[in-house]
């Protein structure tokens, strides 16, 4: 099997892709920093 890398996924209702370095703020703000979500990461 030859690996194409990484494509990214498109529908209707969801958007998914390789995160790029502009994504960083983003995700502290609504996920990384919540305590709940982060409490079993190593």
């Avoid at 529908?11 to 079993?40: C, H, Q």
């Amino acid at each position: 099997m030859k690996h194409l890398g990484t494509k990214a996924i498109i529908t209707e209702r969801l958007f998914l892709r390789k995160t790029i370095d502009s994504d960083v703020e983003p995700m502290f703000e609504n996920w990384a920093n919540d305590g709940r979500v982060t409490e079993y990461l190593t």
